[in-house]
């Protein structure tokens, strides 16, 4: 009996030891509290996060294992700079050396454009929406525009030091991050540069979709639990489970 009881003590101890390693080593799960990333990633999205990818390679395990460089298009979850304990997920759009702007601009048919140039090059991107009908100065005309109330000092501080030509120079070991619903998205023209060091890993696949609030999401409110009960098989977005989520190469 004892033996049983060692046994069974021993193998559940070594399961969770596995366990923690996995989830703090290998994946994460991740749950997508705003629509910044819409339609990418929607709110209640539930992501298995690859936390192995964008890990610095070992001298021995750069030989076997998938290690990648940050790449243009990547979808990464990180450390919020100003909060690092909030995580974040937006697309990469521009790597160490990279020059960006945007310009928008109504053309004489009334038709909103909302550009980004990457390099001196217009980017083609098949994966963003537009939810606001006009233009807003500094987002969309951005780093030209002046800056409105919600830019942080942080941002102040990029636009005042790493602006050149009219175009924000991305510096070594920092990224510039976007979200997908570009109209409503707290990024980079906000707070300035992900620093390499936050960044946790990238978005492998949705494993659960849940609709509902962001504060519901964030907080957990007893609100959450009991619409759980009531709505969780009309309220699951069937068709996104297990849809995997793929960067898109920009160049």
Do not use: C
């Not at 960044?199 to 519901?216: C, H, M, Q, R, V």
Request: a negative charge; hydrophobic letters at 40%; zero cysteines.
């Amino acid at each position: 009996m004892k033996n049983a009881v060692r046994n069974f003590v021993n193998e559940w101890t070594i399961n969770i030891l596995i366990l923690l390693f996995g989830t703090t080593t290998l994946v994460q799960a991740f749950i997508v509290p705003t629509p910044s990333m819409d339609s990418t990633v929607k709110v209640g999205d539930h992501l298995l996060v690859d936390k192995l990818s964008y890990s610095p390679p070992g001298p021995i395990s750069k030989y076997f294992l998938p290690y990648t460089a940050v790449k243009r298009g990547d979808i990464i979850v990180f450390r919020y700079p100003l909060d690092i304990s909030q995580n974040y997920v937006k697309r990469v759009m521009g790597v160490p050396g990279d020059h960006l702007r945007l310009h928008g601009w109504t053309d004489a048919d009334g038709h909103v454009h909302k550009d980004l140039f990457l390099n001196g090059k217009q980017l083609t991107e098949p994966y963003i929406q537009h939810v606001y009908p006009g233009v807003d100065p500094y987002p969309d005309d951005f780093p030209a525009g002046p800056p409105n109330a919600n830019v942080k000092d942080r941002a102040l501080e990029m636009l005042a030091h790493n602006v050149v030509n009219g175009e924000v120079v991305v510096p070594e070991n920092f990224y510039f991050a976007m979200g997908d619903n570009r109209d409503n998205s707290s990024d980079s023209r906000y707070w300035g540069f992900v620093p390499r060091e936050n960044i946790i890993g990238k978005p492998l696949l949705i494993f659960w979709s849940y609709d509902a609030n962001t504060e519901d999401l964030v907080d957990f409110t007893a609100n959450h639990f009991i619409d759980l009960a009531r709505n969780f098989f009309s309220k699951t977005r069937w068709d996104r489970e297990l849809k995997l989520v793929r960067g898109y190469p920009v160049e």
